[in-house]
């Protein structure tokens, strides 16, 4: 299963785009970016997932390398409320025991700035 | 709708006591997973389930155990506290493809 390599930290300013790094340079094709979000200590929350293109909703937008091995998610305009800590995850290509086997790694902890 | 419901909120044990973590979902899903997360940590995978009556290890299972009693609930267990099992405890559920939803969290103290 491909790992991920996130910044420990970021730090963004109220008003600004943060983009988020991941890499995953070990990732198959057939494996999906998810991308999850944890505010204080309440249980992470999901905000976008992609396999080759750039994807956006109502909370970001996720931008993959034509070659996969990197992603970047960006929120466009961060506030306060947007200071969590950032997961990128991929998500296995086959069932584990009949389901998908979902590993977090640490994150990046991004502190919007007022 | 609840969602994934865990119980208790907050737990403190002795070394050595037992207790049963409990989690149930109201969305039908098939998955169900627990994780721990430490202090300033990520989160790890303790156990999972694909369906009623399967379970399997993650990366962090020794100290615990699971049952999958039906569809909606999955329960941990510790059998014998330990110090190092003080942590933030989330139980997850997904159904086949789609994203997890987590619970509010466990926070457990072993003293």
């Known amino acids: 299963d491909a790992k991920t390599t996130q910044p420990p930290s970021m730090d963004c300013a109220e008003g600004r785009a943060a983009n988020l790094p991941c890499n995953h340079s070990?990732?198959?094709?057939?494996?999906?970016v998810y991308w999850y979000r944890q505010i204080h200590s309440q249980g992470p929350q999901y905000i976008i997932h992609?396999?080759?293109n750039n994807e956006t909703n109502e909370m970001a937008s996720l931008i993959i390398t034509e070659d996969r091995k990197s992603s970047t998610l960006i929120l466009p305009h961060a506030t306060l409320r947007d200071t969590a800590v950032y997961y990128c995850?991929?998500?296995?290509?086959?069932?584990?025991?009949?389901?998908?086997?979902?590993?977090f790694g640490t994150g990046t902890r991004l502190k919007v700035l007022a | 709708n609840a969602g994934v419901t865990q119980t208790p909120k907050f737990q403190v044990l002795k070394t050595g006591q037992s207790m049963t973590l409990q989690c149930a979902q109201d969305?039908?899903?098939?998955?169900m997973y627990w994780y721990r997360q430490d202090p300033g940590m990520g989160l790890r995978l303790i156990y999972y389930?694909?369906?009623?009556?399967?379970?399997d290890k993650g990366e962090v299972p020794n100290g615990y155990n699971v049952s999958r009693l039906n569809k909606r609930e999955f329960s941990l267990r510790l059998e014998s506290a330990a110090p190092s099992q003080t942590s933030v405890y989330f139980c997850?559920?997904?159904?086949?493809?789609?994203?997890?939803?987590f619970g509010s969290g466990t926070q457990l103290s072993v003293l």
């Open positions: 992609g396999l080759k």
């Open positions: 070990t990732i198959s094709g057939n494996e999906y």
């Open positions: 995850i991929v998500r296995p290509a086959t069932l584990t025991s009949g389901t998908y086997k979902y590993i």
């Open positions: 389930s694909a369906s009623e009556g399967t379970t």
């Open positions: 969305m039908n899903h098939n998955s």
């Open positions: 997850a559920s997904s159904e086949g493809r789609e994203k997890l939803f």
